[in-house]
């Protein structure tokens, strides 16, 4: 009884974080150390890139200002494929991506300083594939998601257009399915694509939502839109599918489990580059922020956006990079 | 003497007045002209052709390479030669950093697999040797030092009695995971797989070796694997390629298409293992797509999309590039050229540095080359900024991969390297051309024929009132209306397309009606109002239809369209409806552009000489006939200009779109899909293109495009507001 009136606020906090949607509530691995406070640290900061990571890097940047209120921290975030150019042209000194960068970034990047970004893991995602509410689909195979969203059916799907090819029964059964996507500057688009899609082309009826905010809102206002994004912008409006990797294999949702065990097929990384100078120490005020956001009190943050947290080992290996 | 002072201040007022209005006008002139030059200058290097030249030649020890693999930063060369030696030498002096047997005798053949960091050869006694090289890039201080090394190489055992191979294709995978194919004495194809499985609980990885044999048909002259170790093409001597999946293990049926009768003499894979470059004896060059049998099908056949200027002699060599769709051949004699798939352009043909290559590659940036051959190591240096451009690319049709047919396409970028972006700026155009339509058919009727009742029938007291009001509207911001049009308007007009419908026959007609009805009204009656406040009849009688029509609007449905609209259209018509649509756009931005054209068309309408209204209403003619036949002629050069004002306004509109529609880049007329515009498309793409890159000129182009447009339709609508005044003047 007593056990249960101890948990009963966490919970209750969870929930009204928006987290404790999935069944069990995340929890931070606790081998991650808090956050040591250090003295010098002032200036301005830039962020610019990824917009599934916007609201995180916007949390993070208050924490972090809780710490250190001498620090501003400008964050712009209209997709992962903005972070190269800024970072490149040394307008921001933190790029977020939901994805890791192509090589032609890597190289215009090192054609101005030498050497290669650094990629810091902060946080895992499950990119999620949102119906309606209302939608009575439980389940996809990717090779039905890639046959929903593109052209090609590179993995090799059956064409489908209306609901009731997904399997669904009834008066859903002939309404034609309505597609919302991010932009192409997204990293959650290119993910998409390169691993829901088979590298296929998006059909050009996916309406292209210059955020992950708008593809959840755009699904929760048409009853026959479906859409992908962040686990981190699920509302009561939508449903994430359960998706299997393949035909006759198991359906797995985006609880933490699921994602930590690579079950469920559409998890990753999501990251923050950086221009670390080989041999060099980092600029001070990025390296606290990075070690913020590695911190108990940075993957707290995590878990309260509705992200997944990095276990104790991954973040001993991202702590390592900034030295 | 103070009679004198205030003309010449006047005089001095005016005079700067002028200079003023003058340098003013200049100042736009000059600008406009700079954004064109600052435009043009961004899209000039997409027409620059490619450079290649031989940067030096440095002595390769050893005997002929005839596979070679370099570091990204060109530092370095790997090369494989027929004694079984990897030799890596420093491409700058020649000189041997490392020389390591692989220990599996003299080769046969030696290849370097596409998409691959390992080198291969088929050895005297039937295996397969990989070995995959790297390059570390460590930094000490500041300098950038690259060690290149050589794995443990993996044998594979292909054939059992040990017999040499005939033509073979290898790929090993980072995790070791490789297979290797070969054409073994008897003619067989024999296809050995080894993959590797960790243990999680103990970390061993149990290994395991399995072998296939599937018959080819003839003896095969070159065979080259994918990537991802699931096809294995082939190409004979009677100018046949092959095909094979190996997603099973087990090879599959063969599939088999011929590219005429010049045997086939190199094949390549370009970077995503999609498109299959062919070269034959008789120096052809083609490249082949796998295509769907038909839109629905699952069976797919090799394709021969494109075809290349020939070479003079046998094609030997072939390089795909690592970034992007470019490739480089090698002939026999040493004709070298270099080439674009996608855009199908031939970028450089010329002379190799010497006449005998050996082994030809493509460097992992698409900076250079390395030719080997002759005792010696040429490096070659390639610039090549924007193959993927060309008139066709960007306004034809054109067969990109994994399409059934050539498409106008606009999909720009994505997060992998093997991307073929896709640069068609026509769905842009009719786009952009669809949005203006839909919403100028919102903004003529209702901005002209407004500004012709205020400025001719409304009492002078309201039209004081009503003309600022109307103007105000032009003051929303366009991302409010956006917003609004794409998370407000759109799904309620998604219930409300009856309702909208039965308002286009219900609106006119009560109108009408009331029109009538209110002229058969006594005189009396009617002469109690004030002239020109009859609109607030309209006023109620308009809402009172629109009320009218909301209510009716499912029994409507019911009745005409079978209970859904959208199920009808599709039913009926096969167009879809899409919630963020074109009907949706239309009223945002016909809302955006009604008070322009209404502002303008209403000076036109007013600043009508009130002589030739008054002669036109003394010499008998009533107040219709006079604002029909005297009044709109007269204002029509102003009308135009209000209309082509109003159509620069809405091709350059771009929030709207870009909120209220899906931008989806279709090239359908439908009312009820949605478009992508160019200047949507522009502000949606400019903050990831890179500066300088590709996509970041194409987009500028596009912009060029738009300044092109508006300049052209502003230069007509100009001379005919000309030609339209003078022939009025005389009115």
């Known amino acids: 009884m007593t056990q249960n009136l101890k948990v009963a606020p966490l919970a209750l906090a969870l929930a009204l974080a928006g987290s404790a949607l999935s069944a069990q509530p995340v929890q931070v691995d606790s081998a991650i150390k808090g956050y040591a406070k250090t003295s010098g640290v002032s200036g301005n900061m830039n962020s610019v890139g990824s917009d599934t990571l916007n609201n995180l890097m916007t949390l993070w940047a208050e924490g972090f200002r809780k710490q250190y209120p001498n620090v501003r921290i400008q964050i712009e975030g209209k997709g992962s494929s903005t972070a190269p150019p800024a970072l490149i042209a040394g307008t921001s000194q933190l790029g977020p991506m939901s994805r890791t960068m192509k090589s032609d970034e890597i190289d215009s990047f090192e054609k101005k300083y030498g050497y290669k970004p650094t990629a810091i893991k902060v946080a895992i995602d499950a990119l999620a594939v949102y119906v309606n509410k209302d939608n009575p689909l439980q389940q996809l195979t990717l090779q039905e998601v890639d046959a929903l969203f593109s052209k090609g059916r590179a993995c090799g799907g059956k064409p489908i257009a209306n609901w009731g090819q997904t399997g669904v029964t009834g008066p859903w059964a002939g309404q034609p399915i309505s597609l919302y996507g991010r932009n192409s500057a997204s990293g959650t688009y290119g993910f998409f694509k390169e691993h829901a899609l088979c590298k296929g082309d998006f059909k050009d009826t996916v309406k292209e939502q210059p955020g992950s905010a708008s593809v959840v809102q755009g699904v929760t206002e048409d009853r026959y839109g479906v859409g992908y994004s962040g686990i981190g912008y699920r509302t009561s409006g939508v449903r994430p599918l359960k998706l299997a990797a393949r035909k006759g294999s198991p359906y797995y949702g985006t609880e933490a489990s699921e994602v930590y065990s690579g079950n469920y097929p559409l998890s990753r990384f999501l990251y923050v580059y950086v221009n670390k100078a080989p041999n060099k120490p980092l600029d001070p005020m990025v390296r606290e922020f990075l070690k913020f956001i590695l911190s108990q009190e940075g993957q707290q943050t995590v878990v309260k956006d509705g992200f997944l947290p990095l276990t104790a080992k991954t973040e001993q290996e991202e702590l390592a990079k900034l030295n | ?731």
Not at chain 2, 45 to 73: C, K, N, W
Not at chain 2, 371 to 397: M, Q, R, Y
Not at chain 2, 521 to 548: D, K
Not at chain 2, 634 to 650: L, Q
């Open chain 2, 1 to 731: 003497m103070s009679n004198l002072e205030t003309p010449r201040r006047r005089l001095f007022a005016d005079r700067a007045a002028r200079w003023i209005v003058s340098a003013g006008g200049l100042a736009i002139i000059v600008s406009i002209l700079g954004i064109l030059a600052f435009i043009l200058i961004e899209v000039w290097p997409l027409l620059s052709a490619a450079r290649v030249r031989t940067a030096r030649q440095v002595p390769l020890p050893g005997p002929a390479a005839g596979a070679m693999i370099s570091d990204e930063h060109r530092t370095h060369v790997a090369a494989l030669a027929a004694d079984g030696h990897i030799r890596v030498v420093r491409a700058a002096d020649g000189k041997l950093v490392l020389d390591q047997d692989l220990g599996a005798g003299e080769l046969t053949a030696m290849a370097l697999p596409p998409g691959g960091q390992a080198l291969a050869g088929a050895t005297r006694d039937g295996r397969v040797v990989l070995a995959p090289v790297s390059f570390v890039v460590t930094f000490e201080g500041q300098t950038q030092v690259v060690t290149p090394a050589v794995a443990a190489p993996f044998l594979l055992d292909l054939d059992p009695e040990h017999r040499p191979l005939g033509a073979f294709a290898a790929q090993v995978n980072a995790e070791g995971g490789a297979t290797a194919a070969a054409q073994i004495a008897g003619g067989t194809l024999a296809v050995v797989r080894r993959s590797t499985q960790e243990n999680m609980m103990t970390g061993e990885t149990a290994e395991s070796v399995e072998r296939f044999e599937a018959p080819a048909p003839a003896r095969l002259t070159t065979l080259v694997m994918d990537a991802d170790q699931r096809n294995l093409y082939g190409g004979t001597a009677k100018g046949e390629i092959l095909w094979w999946s190996l997603a099973e293990g087990q090879p599959s049926r063969l599939r088999l298409v011929s590219a005429g009768p010049s045997p086939i003499t190199a094949l390549d894979l370009l970077i995503g293992g999609r498109s299959l470059v062919v070269g034959q004896e008789n120096g052809a060059l083609s490249v082949w797509l796998q295509v769907r049998e038909s839109a629905a099908s699952e069976t797919f056949r090799l394709t021969r999309v494109r075809d290349f200027p020939r070479h003079p002699s046998a094609v030997r060599e072939i390089t795909p590039s690592q970034r992007g769709k470019g490739f480089l051949a090698l002939s026999e004699r040493g004709q070298l050229g270099l080439y674009y798939s996608t855009s199908h352009r031939t970028l450089w043909t010329g002379s190799a540095p010497f006449s005998h290559g050996t082994g030809l590659f493509y460097t992992p940036k698409a900076d250079g080359a390395f030719l080997a051959g002759e005792g010696k190591l040429a490096a070659i240096d390639i610039t090549n900024p924007h193959p993927e451009v060309t008139w066709k690319t960007l306004f034809g049709k054109v067969w990109y991969e994994g399409y059934d047919h050539p498409d106008y396409v606009w999909q720009s970028s994505s997060g992998s390297d093997d991307f073929e972006p896709k640069l068609s700026l026509t769905p842009l155009l009719v786009g952009t051309l669809k949005g203006t339509f839909y919403s100028l058919l919102l903004a003529i009727p209702f901005g002209v024929l407004g500004a012709m009742y205020t400025s001719q029938f409304m009492h002078p007291a309201y039209k004081r009132v009503l003309k600022p009001l109307v103007e105000i509207m032009a003051s929303l911001p366009s991302v409010v209306l956006g917003f609004l049009a794409g998370l407000w308007l759109a799904p309620r007009i998604e219930k409300a397309v009856p309702a909208l419908a039965l308002m286009a026959i219900v609106l006119p007609a009560l109108v009408l009606l009331t029109g009538f009805a209110w002229r058969s009204l006594p005189r009396a009656f009617r002469g109690r109002f004030r002239t020109g406040t009859e609109v607030f009849l309209f006023v109620v009688v308009l809402a009172f239809g629109m009320w009218l029509c909301f209510r009716l609007s499912e029994p409507f449905e019911a009745l005409a369209f079978g209970g859904s609209f959208q199920t009808w259209l599709r039913e009926t018509t096969g167009l879809g409806y899409d919630q963020r649509n074109a009907v949706v756009v239309g009223l945002a931005m016909g809302f955006a552009v009604i008070p322009i054209i209404f502002a303008i068309a209403e000076d036109a309408f007013s600043n009508v000489p009130t002589n030739l209204v008054a002669g036109s209403l003394a010499l008998g003619a009533d107040r219709w006939q006079t604002v029909t036949r005297v009044v709109l002629p007269t204002a029509s050069p102003g009308i135009f200009s209000a209309i082509m004002i109003g159509f620069g306004r809405a091709v350059g509109e771009t929030m709207i779109v870009l909120m209220a529609t899906g931008n989806t880049p279709i090239m359908e007329w439908n009312p009820f899909n949605g478009f992508r515009t160019l200047s949507a498309n522009i502000a949606v793409e400019i903050p990831e293109a890179p500066h300088g890159s590709t996509l970041y000129r194409t987009l500028f182009l596009a912009a060029l495009l738009l300044y092109i447009v508006t300049f052209l339709i502003n230069t007509v609508a100009e001379l005919v507001r000309q030609r339209l005044r003078e022939r009025y003047s005389q009115l």
